[in-house]
């Protein structure tokens, strides 16, 4: 499967912005997606996961209440809901994606095959 990430951009500190991760090339329904990000200076971080069938999501504590994540399978699509951004939100934002039809998410990143190029997000204070 192919992943194509957009929706990022230079905002400011209270911002928002939806992130999009268009999937190719397989059935995505069965496939578990999340997204990571690596901000300047530091280690990949998991952010926000949706399990295959949209039942079961998950998020780091910094975004928790901030952020949502959706899916709609339907159109291969997976969002993630940027609300309140900070600027330790500046990061490169990726959408991964692994085929398994697990009931949890998990957050590391070895559990996902599939990995799109990435998208920046800048949050100015």
């Known amino acids: 499967v192919q992943l194509q990430a957009s929706g990022g951009g230079l905002v400011q500190a209270g911002d928002s912005l939806r992130l999009s991760c268009a999937a190719s090339?397989?059935?995505?329904?069965?496939?578990?997606t999340a997204w990571f990000r690596r901000a300047p200076g530091k280690e990949r971080e998991f952010v926000s996961g949706?399990?295959?069938?949209?039942?079961?999501?998950s998020y780091a504590d910094s975004v928790k209440g901030r952020f949502t994540i959706s899916r709609d399978n339907a159109n291969n699509l997976v969002y993630l809901q940027m609300d309140n951004l900070k600027p330790e939100d500046t990061a490169v934002y990726y959408c991964?994606?692994?085929?398994?039809?697990?009931?949890?998410?998990?957050?590391?990143?070895?559990?996902?095959?599939?990995w799109g190029q990435g998208t920046l997000v800048t949050v100015s204070s």
């Open positions: 090339g397989r059935i995505f329904s069965g496939y578990g």
């Open positions: 991964v994606a692994a085929l398994n039809r697990l009931s949890f998410v998990p957050f590391e990143a070895t559990w996902y095959r599939y």
């Open positions: 949706i399990n295959w069938s949209g039942g079961s999501t």
